[in-house]
DNA sequence: TGCCACTAACTATAGAGATAGGTAGTTTGT
DNA sequence: ACAAACTACCTATCTCTATAGTTAGTGGCA
């Protein structure tokens, strides 16, 4: 039910088509919950029904319209609830590291190409964050420059330091699992120098 | 479909039926991908139709039966397969980054109670993690100890340290998470001393 | 003998998520 | 005038996951 509660924190800066929410989720909350648009205009749909959204229908050039959602009292009610109730705790479910633990079965060059993949994955991932990272410290992240408006210049400083601290927090994953898979290729290297031998 | 691989992965060790499989997920592979019985045992079948598996019905009890699978050679060579192909990559989906983001948005005595939460799980998740970690590094590992009865002596070394490398990748991230939701506590005593203002 | 925890093997159902399309209007550049 | 790229909004389908049950035999112990 996570999506739900990503379209509502990004709705509570501003109100947006489905189109500007599934550009906005690429861009902001995807690094922190991703969602193809195929799954974004239904949900938005069912919010509506559920009284969390309102949708006004504004012109688009000549005679085109698009739909625009607004957070209503109700949404922003459950957004708080949802704030405040304990988080759900993922399960482990990550493929990385179920084939790390089998690696004696790969050929050593398709395990050395995963590490790099997985590495490469995470570097360019980690360079993202840390460039959005960025735009909110000075400020200069759109989104986040949207939703300061509706708030005292004495709250700017509290609002940033949380997303800040999110993204802290992706950056020290991304960190982590970069210096695990140039461990591995250490690894590989040094127990894979010779042709591997086949199980019995 | 990693749930198809790592079953694979759980009963290349040895036969198992399916509350055999059930149990030891609880115990090892869990760690690295978490699966309910519900999905086990369909997935068994399926396994099986695909001849990835055979089954051999062993008698239980007086009247009882049970339903032993075995890796056939598709299966190996199915298993082979995955591990040389591109490991998936996961789409971010963590719903404590996504609150942590918006933590404006939640009351201080509830913020604080969110993180001690997190950061209380993933203390508990390391420390079954080091156990397992330790079992392994000693070869007390139940399921470790049956995969390498099929192995020459030489390539325990070999198998053995894959199985902790995956291991360490585990325990740096629930590291990670305990420093990063260990900030967060303190991030919150620093912004939410005084009771909250609201949003205009 | 009766009860209980455990082993064994599911089923049913709903919701989440991934992948792959489709349709129609708009804007921009040539 | 036309194409290409972009905006807008979906639908269809399949697989994956989660939650919560069901049914039946086993082994021990009080």
């Given at each position: 039910?996570?999506?739900?509660?990503?379209?509502?924190?990004l709705l509570?800066s501003?109100?947006m088509?489905?189109?500007d929410v599934s550009k906005q989720f690429s861009q902001s909350v995807a690094?922190?919950?991703?969602?193809?648009?195929?799954?974004?205009?239904?949900?938005?749909?069912?919010?509506?029904?559920?009284?969390?959204?309102?949708?006004?229908?504004?012109?688009?050039?000549?005679?085109?319209?698009?739909?625009?959602?607004?957070?209503?009292?109700?949404?922003?009610?459950?957004?708080?609830?949802?704030?405040?109730?304990?988080?759900?705790?993922?399960?482990?479910?990550?493929?990385?590291?179920?084939?790390?633990?089998?690696?004696?079965?790969?050929?050593?060059?398709?395990?050395?190409?995963?590490?790099?993949?997985?590495?490469?994955?995470?570097?360019?991932?980690?360079?993202?964050?840390?460039?959005?990272?960025?735009?909110?410290?000075?400020?200069?992240?759109p989104t986040?420059?949207?939703?300061?408006?509706?708030?005292?210049?004495?709250?700017?400083?509290?609002?940033?330091?949380?997303?800040?601290?999110?993204?802290?927090?992706?950056?020290?994953?991304?960190?982590?699992?970069?210096?695990?898979?140039?461990?591995?290729?250490?690894?590989?290297?040094?127990?894979?120098?010779?042709?591997?031998?086949?199980?019995?």
């Open positions: 039910m996570s999506l739900r509660f990503a379209l509502l924190a509570t501003r109100p088509t489905g189109y690094h922190v919950w991703h969602a193809p648009d195929s799954q974004i205009y239904p949900e938005l749909n069912r919010m509506e029904r559920d009284g969390l959204l309102e949708s006004a229908v504004v012109p688009w050039g000549k005679k085109g319209t698009k739909k625009e959602y607004a957070v209503t009292e109700a949404g922003v009610k459950a957004f708080r609830e949802w704030m405040d109730s304990p988080i759900e705790i993922r399960r482990q479910r990550e493929p990385a590291y179920l084939k790390a633990a089998y690696l004696e079965w790969a050929e050593p060059g398709a395990a050395r190409a995963e590490l790099k993949q997985f590495r490469d994955h995470w570097t360019e991932h980690l360079a993202m964050l840390e460039a959005t990272r960025a735009t909110l410290v000075d400020r200069s992240h986040l420059a949207r939703r300061l408006e509706h708030y005292d210049a004495s709250e700017w400083d509290r609002i940033v330091r949380y997303k800040i601290f999110a993204y802290d927090g992706l950056i020290d994953q991304a960190r982590a699992a970069i210096t695990w898979a140039e461990r591995g290729l250490l690894l590989v290297e040094e127990l894979e120098g010779s042709p591997s031998t086949e199980p019995a």
